[in-house]
């Protein structure tokens, strides 16, 4: 293609131009590309393969168009330093906050004009540019308009070309050091005594000599066999210098000062990727230091003394495995180790406790069971409930910061039968939560799962299933909670516990509730045997926080 063309992106600023808005040119530039078509060309943001900016006059609007000359110059800029065939150049521009894009490209086709480097003299090329547009248009510029001079114009003044820096007759030119190199100088062949030059003779002639020219007597020079100085570790010391070899009294120094063994430490996570910004503990058993790893899972260890030690996570990572790696390096040593931590998708936690996770972990999803409430006695008790479930899939934390979890108790089964059982104690895990499970009475304990009750002899009601399903792995989930059973008085038949985990009612051979199977799970109630001995209602299990990760 040979001609000219407004972008599409030019012909946008132009509408908004021509409706008020200012339009600011940015810059021109002249390249060696070649575009294949028009509509190439108008859906160009930039040159194809620009090479130097360019200048122009300053833009002049009458009527419906913008008249201005592009010109490039090889010694703009510094100078060119390479000569190239120019093909192209391009104006770019913005109107408002938009970022600059190509508002008018020409092209030279098969027609490219040469333009010689700076060194070969002065080289000028100018292209007229005329733009149509629609009303009154405001157009500044980001970049001061050239001057257009003419070699000729140089010549007027005193313009020396750079060929001719360096060569006889012309002038001197700068080397990298800001100095006219030694080969333009004058010859300097004058060299008094006294100078500079003989002076520094002779200095040096006697800073070299080593046969003591001053005569210095050992009795006149403070000797002593050892050095002393101070360690890092603030001890003093004193290395003994008539060791056998330079080699043993550098080693001599390396125990002394030098004495803890460095391990350079790579870590990587199981996917591969660093584990930039994990804690890490590290022990000798005597000394454990915490180190952290940089952005890219580097940290350097020290080992206080040198030997081996072990390297474990420095702090409570729920979705981390613990690697428990073991390293070595002795006294003065600087070796390289590396180690993988595993990550988890899944976890299961029974006590109450400070809890971290890493910044590998984007998303995890939690579960929490509350403690299972307790049966109440025999004769007419009725059983615990089944611990509440709470679930929250994408829970907001924060990696590296503590988050505390407390796991509710179970309910402690009562002795009496009118009463009722305990509550379970409440889960929590951040703002999630999920309460106990109600304490059996005459008429079953509420929860996730309703203990089970009964009346006088006929005391042998199932415990109700749990309703609400929580995670068991990163993809299966189970009943939690469950209600207890009821006892059965002075009868061997019994009311079996709710799913999963509700605890079976008594018998009369085994007069006592029996206590929630698993998370959440409520207690049964007590019975009475044919001696009208009465049981104890059985105790509701612990909840249960369970969480799943991904990385």
């Not at 040119?25 to 393969?49: H, P, Q, W, Y």
């Amino acid at each position: 293609m040979y001609g000219f063309v407004i972008t599409t992106a030019g012909e946008a600023m132009l509408a908004r131009a021509a409706a008020g808005e200012a339009l600011v040119l940015d810059a021109v530039m002249v390249g060696r590309g070649v575009v294949e078509s028009a509509a190439a060309a108008k859906a160009l943001n930039t040159l194809i393969d620009p090479v130097a900016a360019a200048t122009s006059t300053a833009p002049a609007v009458s009527g419906n168009q913008i008249s201005m000359t592009v010109e490039y110059r090889n010694d703009l800029n510094g100078g060119l330093e390479a000569g190239f065939a120019l093909s192209e150049f391009g104006i770019s521009a913005h109107v408002g906050d938009d970022p600059a894009a190509l508002l008018y490209y020409g092209s030279l086709g098969d027609a490219p004009q040469p333009v010689k480097p700076a060194s070969e003299g002065l080289d000028v090329h100018r292209f007229p540019v005329a733009i149509a547009v629609t009303g009154e248009v405001s157009v500044t510029l980001e970049y001061p308009a050239g001057g257009f001079l003419t070699e000729k114009d140089l010549g007027g003044l005193n313009y020396i070309p750079t060929s001719e820096k360096g060569k006889p007759g012309g002038v001197a030119t700068l080397g990298s050091d800001g100095k006219v190199p030694e080969e333009q100088l004058p010859k300097m062949d004058y060299d008094p005594a006294g100078s500079a030059a003989a002076v520094q003779q002779e200095l040096t002639a006697h800073t070299d000599n080593k046969e003591n020219p001053h005569g210095v007597t050992a009795e006149q020079v403070p000797y002593n066999n050892s050095v002393s100085g101070v360690a890092a570790n603030n001890v003093q010391i004193a290395i003994d210098l008539t060791a056998a070899s330079a080699k043993e009294a550098v080693e001599k120094i390396n125990k002394l000062i030098g004495n803890d063994g460095i391990v350079n430490l790579t870590v990587t996570f199981s996917n591969g990727k660093s584990a930039g910004n994990i804690s890490l503990n590290v022990t000798n058993g005597v000394t454990t230091n915490t180190f952290v790893t940089n952005g890219s899972g580097k940290a350097s260890i020290t080992i206080p003394g040198g030997g081996t030690a072990t390297v474990s996570l420095g702090k409570n990572y729920i979705d981390l495995e613990n690697p428990s790696k073991s390293i070595t390096a002795e006294s003065g040593d600087v070796t390289n180790d590396s180690m993988t931590i595993n990550l988890k998708d899944f976890t299961e936690i029974t006590t109450s406790q400070n809890i971290v996770v890493s910044n590998a972990c984007t998303r995890m999803d939690v579960c929490a069971v509350g403690g299972g409430g307790g049966g109440s006695g025999g004769d007419r008790g009725g059983a615990g409930g089944g611990g509440y479930v709470t679930l929250k899939e994408q829970f907001p934390f924060t990696p590296e910061t503590v988050i505390p979890v407390v796991i509710g108790a179970g309910g402690k089964g009562s002795t009496t039968s009118t009463g009722s059982g305990y509550i379970g104690g409440t889960t929590t895990i951040g703002d999630v939560t999920a309460e106990g499970g109600k304490g059996g009475t005459v008429s079953g304990g509420a929860g996730n799962g309703k203990g089970g009750y009964g009346t006088g002899s006929a005391s042998d009601t199932k415990g109700k299933d749990g309703t609400v399903q929580g995670y068991s792995s990163f993809t299966e989930t189970v009943l939690y909670g469950g209600g207890g059973g009821a006892g059965r008085n002075m009868s061997n038949s019994q009311g079996q516990g709710g799913a999963k985990y509700g605890g079976a009612g008594g018998t009369t051979s085994h007069i006592q509730g029996y206590s929630g199977k698993g998370p959440g799970g409520g207690g049964g109630s007590g019975a009475i045997d044919n001696n009208f001995n009465m049981g104890t209602g059985g105790d509701g299990y612990r909840g249960v926080i369970t969480a799943r990760f991904w990385h």
